[in-house]
């Protein structure tokens, strides 16, 4: 099929190699570079430079305006393909492509619409995570469904380690969806259940509650690593959290931390935290033992205050 791809980050990689080695990419459209590191170098989005790679054309558009559907509709595609774009798409663009547009979501819905579906799952404590393709319409992810799939993901994985096997296995599901619809055998149904939302996640999403049991402060670490980062206070300073799992060892009172020769435990509702890395205010990131042994009263502090 003649396809338009529109994607941003890592995450649609995949999908846009997996779709390039069957089917005629007609153009890639992807968001503007942006700048990023200390230096706030313009660069390009992961899927602009993969499109390069592969020789295609690239659309770089801030959004989805009457330029960027001009531009789209002169493309003559047949359908839409979009995976993580970080814009939405509308009429008449929704039309433009004779069989409209899918798009690959990474949850299983209609669990968590939204912007953030990997971030939310994991926070949430689901026991499973997975990719679904939909029928892209005005609604937010809420076209009828082509296929969706459970997948296995490590029962430890952060956010940004959960994205690149479901962007892998999503890639295969987009491919499947895109050659039934090629050949008229793909069939989409209504999602139903209850849905559930998943918004961006901000810098509050981060923080974590000692008065919780691990298992809810391990989720919420989880479901916001790398960002936008785990963080609690200690002595009033903010101290985010880079690495951390739960630890069997005798229970401490909520936020109370007691220092091991390997981690910093931190007590929570239940058993504790074993945190092994931190990146305290102003600092890079480092050792959480090494660090806490620079803290003076260390005895008396306490994470969350």
């Known amino acids: 099929m003649r396809l338009v791809f529109a994607g941003t980050p890592a995450a649609a990689v995949p999908t846009l190699r997996r779709l ?5 990419i007609a153009a890639v459209v992807t968001r503007p570079d942006a700048p990023l590191g200390r230096k706030r170098v313009l660069t390009a989005s992961p899927v602009a430079q993969a499109a390069e790679e592969l020789g295609l054309r690239v659309i770089k558009a801030a959004r989805l305006d009457e330029d960027a559907t001009a531009l789209i509709a002169d493309l003559d595609a047949e359908l ?4 993580a774009y970080g814009g939405l798409v509308r009429e008449p663009l929704l039309s433009t492509p004779a069989r409209g547009w899918i798009n690959l979501h990474f949850s299983l819905l ?16 689901d026991a499973e995570l997975g990719a679904s393709v939909f029928q892209l319409v005005p609604a937010l992810d809420a076209g009828d469904v082509f296929a ?3 997948v296995a993901v490590a029962s430890d994985a952060t956010a940004d380690r959960a994205l690149e096997v479901l962007a892998v296995d999503g890639a295969e599901l987009t491919a499947e969806v895109v050659a039934g619809i090629a050949d008229g055998s793909a069939v ?3 999602q139903s259940g209850e849905a559930t939302l998943a918004p961006k996640l901000t810098l509050d999403d981060g923080l974590l509650d000692w008065t919780r049991p691990v298992e809810s402060v391990f989720a919420r670490f989880r479901g916001v690593t790398p960002e936008p980062g785990a963080h609690t206070t200690v002595g009033g300073a903010r101290v985010k959290i880079l690495a951390a799992a739960p630890s069997e060892d005798s229970a401490l009172e909520p936020g109370e931390i007691a220092a091991t020769k390997t981690a910093l435990l931190i007590g929570t509702a239940t058993t504790p935290l074993a945190v092994t890395r931190v990146q305290p205010a102003g600092k890079g990131a480092m050792n959480a033992v090494d660090w806490w ?13």
């Open 188 to 190: 989409a149904t209504p």
């Open 20 to 24: 390039a080695a069957d089917h005629d």
């Open 110 to 125: 209609p669990q968590w619409r939204g912007a953030a579906p990997v971030q939310r799952a994991l926070i949430a404590g």
């Open 80 to 83: 839409g393909v979009i995976v």
């Open 293 to 305: 042994r620079g803290q003076r009263d260390a005895e008396t502090l306490r994470a969350g205050a």
């Open 148 to 150: 969706s799939r459970v």
